[in-house]
């Protein structure tokens, strides 16, 4: 039997219906398959839901698009636990199936990889500590990147980046993104940083709307450890994935490195990710 947890975007068309689909062929073929508690109320199916953790799963099904993947990562927290995406929305960077496919692909998971002709597909994660104080006060992972920003009064912050430990320089800017790969085509690209490979382990350190003549991304070894200080009293946020983590004030530190875990995304294939790329962008052939 395949423990199936189901997270689900709450606005796509048709996705009570899949979810529907998804739980009946699971009961119908020896499988156990839920609904995250929240998604289940939110769309009307509280029968489905169920309080196990998603590290209870063998198997997270994420239905509606990247941030819904992105959801699903966070609840597994650096879980090993297979995730599995269906594109419900927009061309995506990190679902593998259509909704008219999901059924046969939860199937051929089922089979084990050898059979069923799947791999797993590791991603980088970042792990990113708050310290206050001499303390750790937070932490957080990250598949994309996380963002110590100018706060509410809309000021530019100055933030100090040391790596290992060693100052390296200080910024004047709307913010600083500590990126993954992974996320080298989210808010590190809007920001002018480069596009690297997901199959790469690195740290991208990106200046946002800097006030200075330096405004590059450094590319760093995944060994490298990057800590961000707040130097000013204007008020700073820290943003995990796009996420309001918290705020934060002067002195205190943000330290980034690549975690000891990683995200283990379904694929049936060699992963697209070049040819995603392309059709993103609108690029032609040749």
């Given amino acids: 039997m395949t ?3 189901i997270c689900a975007h709450h606005e796509r068309p048709g996705i009570v219906e899949l979810i529907d689909d998804i739980v009946e062929w699971a009961g119908a073929n020896g499988h156990d398959a839920w ?3 929240d998604d ?3 769309l009307g199916r509280a029968a489905l839901a169920d309080e196990r953790p998603l590290t209870a799963a063998d198997l997270v099904v994420a239905l509606g698009g990247d941030g819904t993947m992105l959801r699903a990562v966070h609840l597994l927290d650096g ?24 059924i046969e692909a939860i199937g051929r998971f089922t089979q084990g990889p050898a059979t069923g002709g799947w791999h797993l597909d590791e991603r980088m994660l970042l792990c990113v500590e708050l310290w206050r104080g001499g303390e750790q006060v937070g932490e957080w992972r990250a598949l994309n990147e996380a963002v110590v920003q100018k706060g509410a009064d809309a000021h530019t ?6 790596i290992d430990g060693e100052p390296f320089t200080s910024y004047a800017a709307d913010g600083l993104i500590v990126a993954t790969p992974t996320g080298s085509t989210a808010y590190s690209l809007s920001a002018r940083g480069p596009i690297v ?3 790469h382990r690195a740290l991208l350190l990106t200046p946002v709307a800097p006030h200075m003549m330096f405004d590059r991304t450094l590319v760093l070894d995944p060994s490298e450890e990057v800590e961000l200080e707040v130097l000013d009293q204007h008020r700073a946020e820290i943003a995990v994935d796009g996420a309001l983590a918290v705020v934060i004030a002067e002195g205190d530190l943000v330290r980034c490195r690549a975690a000891a875990e990683t995200a283990s995304f379904v694929r049936f294939a060699d992963y697209r990710y ?7 962008f609108g690029l032609m052939d040749r």
């Fill in 3 to 5: 423990a199936i947890a």
């Fill in 35 to 37: 609904l995250v508690p």
């Fill in 157 to 162: 912050v100055r933030l100090l980046a040391r």
């Fill in 40 to 42: 289940a109320s939110v």
């Fill in 79 to 102: 879980a090993p636990t297979p995730l599995l995406g269906a594109n419900l929305g927009h061309l995506g960077y990190l679902t593998e199936v259509e909704p008219d496919g999901l």
């Fill in 274 to 280: 070049h040819q995603i790329l392309k059709s993103k």
């Fill in 197 to 199: 490979s997901p199959r």
